[in-house]
C-alpha cells in the first residue's frame, strides 16, 4: 500500500534542482520534446508520451524508478537530465475544523537564492474536498478587505508550480490511487479526497492567463489528474477582456469578485473597477460561452458591516444580476490584522441572503473555515516583501 509521500527538499536540494528541470506542469508535446532530447525513436514517443503522462499525473509518481513501464536506461536517462520535484512545503497547519494550510516554496530563480512562498488551501467536507490553489506570487489590485491585497506582485506561478500544488495537496492527504494519508483527519469519506479545484488563493488569475489556462487543462485531462471542468472555477476580480476568452479556450466555472452594487464603492473596494466599471464587467459575463442554468455564474459577495450589507444594497445586487444565470455566494468578512472593516453581524447576513432568496437566486453564507490558521477567504499572505526584494537581487 502506498502512503502519501512529503516532498520537503532543503535549500541545498532545490538548487541542486535548478539543473534538472521538473517535469511536473507539461503538457503532452512538452513531454514529446522530452522524449526527442533522449532520442527516443519518433514512431515510439507517442507512446512514450502516454506512459509518462499516466504515471506522471494519474498515479502520481515521485521518482522515475517507480515508472517500471520504461525501461531501466530510459529511466536512467531521465532521472540524469529532469525531476519529478514538486513546491516544497515549508509549513503545514490544520485549523480546528479540518482545514489545511501549506506554506509551498517555489524553485529558487538562481543557485543559493531563496524560492518565493505561496499558500495553498485545503477545505475538507463530508463528502468533498475543495483545494483553493494560488496563480501569483502576491498580487497587484490591492482589494482593501483582502489580506493577500496588501502585499505586492513578485511574479506569475508556471503552470508547473500551479499543478504542483494540486500534487502536493494530493501527496500529503493520500488522494492518489493506492494511496493512504499520513494524518487523516477529517478527510471526507468520498474516494478522491480532491473534488473540487477553485483559483481563489493569491493573485489574479487572469493576469496570468496562458500559464493557468495550460495548468487548468492538465488538471482537466481526464486521463491524468481528471478534475471535470464543471468542479474547476476560476475566480477573477474583473479582467473583462479576458473573461469571453477564458470562456472560450478553458470553458471552467466562473466567479465573480464583486462585493459592491456601485461603482464608487466597488472603485474602493476593489480597484480594478475603475478600469472596468459594472456596467462592463457585467456585460462581460451575459457574454461568457455555456452560460446557462446549468452552469451559473457565483457572484462572490463579501459582508462588510455598515459598508456593503444594507437591504437597500440587496435589493440593487438583484436588479443588477437580472438576467445573468448566478448564484450569490455571501462570504462573512474574515478578519486580519489591521483590516479596516468588520464583519456584518449575522442577523443582517440572513436578511440580506432572504432578499436575494426570495428574488430566485441560490445565496449560500459561505461558512468561515480555516480562520484560526489564517486559511479563510481573503486572509492568504506570504511574507512577498522580502520575496520581491530576494528575486530583483538575483536578477542584477
Known amino acids: 500500500m502506498l502512503r502519501a509521500r512529503r516532498l520537503c527538499y532543503d535549500a541545498g536540494t532545490m538548487n541542486a534542482l535548478l539543473d534538472k528541470p521538473s517535469l511536473v506542469g507539461l503538457g503532452r508535446g512538452e513531454l514529446a520534446q522530452v522524449f526527442a532530447r533522449l532520442d527516443v525513436p519518433e514512431k515510439a514517443r507517442a507512446m512514450r508520451v502516454a506512459q509518462l503522462w499516466n504515471w506522471l499525473y494519474a498515479r502520481g509518481a515521485t521518482a522515475f524508478d517507480q515508472m517500471t513501464v520504461l525501461s531501466k536506461d530510459l529511466r536512467a536517462q531521465l532521472g540524469e537530465h529532469y525531476c519529478l520535484a514538486r513546491p516544497d512545503i515549508v509549513s503545514e497547519q490544520v485549523s480546528a475544523d479540518g482545514t489545511r494550510k501549506w506554506l509551498l516554496r517555489l524553485a529558487p530563480a538562481a543557485p543559493g537564492a531563496g524560492g518565493p512562498e505561496v499558500e495553498t488551501v485545503y477545505i475538507p467536507e463530508e463528502t468533498r474536498g475543495t483545494l483553493c490553489i494560488s496563480s501569483q506570487v502576491g498580487c497587484t489590485l490591492n482589494c482593501s478587505f483582502c489580506h493577500t491585497g496588501t502585499q505586492p506582485l513578485v511574479r506569475n506561478l508556471t503552470p508547473g508550480e500551479i499543478v504542483g500544488q494540486i500534487m502536493v495537496a494530493r501527496d500529503r492527504i493520500g488522494d492518489w490511487p493506492g494511496a493512504e494519508a499520513d494524518d487523516p483527519r477529517g478527510l471526507p469519506e468520498s474516494e478522491r479526497k480532491i473534488t473540487n479545484i477553485v483559483l481563489m488563493g493569491m493573485g489574479e488569475p487572469l493576469y496570468n492567463f496562458e500559464h493557468v489556462r495550460d495548468a487548468m487543462g492538465i488538471a482537466s485531462a481526464s486521463d491524468g489528474l481528471a478534475f471535470s471542468k464543471r468542479r474547476i472555477t476560476l475566480s477573477t476580480s474583473g479582467v473583462v477582456p479576458e473573461i469571453p476568452r477564458w470562456g472560450a479556450e478553458a470553458n471552467t466555472m466562473l466567479a465573480i469578485s464583486l462585493h459592491g ?42 459582508m462588510l458591516k455598515g459598508v456593503n450589507d444594507s437591504i437597500a444594497e440587496a435589493k440593487d445586487l438583484v ?78
Do not use: H
Not at 461603482?263 to 466599471?277: A, C, H, S
Not at 464587467?281 to 462572490?300: H, M
Not at 464583519?343 to 440580506?352: A, H
Open 261 to 302: 452594487v456601485r461603482d464608487e464603492l466597488r472603485n474602493e473596494l476593489v480597484p480594478i473597477n475603475r478600469k472596468w466599471p459594472i456596467a462592463e464587467l457585467l456585460e462581460a459575463c451575459r457574454q461568457y460561452p455555456s452560460l446557462s442554468n446549468a452552469k451559473r455564474i457565483t457572484f462572490e459577495y463579501v
Open 319 to 396: 436588479r443588477l444580476l437580472k438576467g445573468i444565470p448566478a448564484k450569490i455566494n455571501l462570504i462573512p468578512f474574515n478578519p486580519w490584522p489591521g483590516a479596516p472593516y468588520e464583519c456584518s453581524d449575522w442577523e443582517q447576513i440572513e436578511t440580506f441572503a432572504e432578499v436575494v432568496n426570495r428574488a430566485g437566486y441560490a445565496s449560500p453564507v459561505r461558512s468561515p473555515r480555516g480562520r484560526d490558521i489564517m486559511a479563510a477567504c481573503g486572509q492568504l499572505k506570504s511574507a512577498s516583501l522580502k520575496q520581491r526584494a530576494r528575486v530583483a537581487a538575483t536578477a542584477k
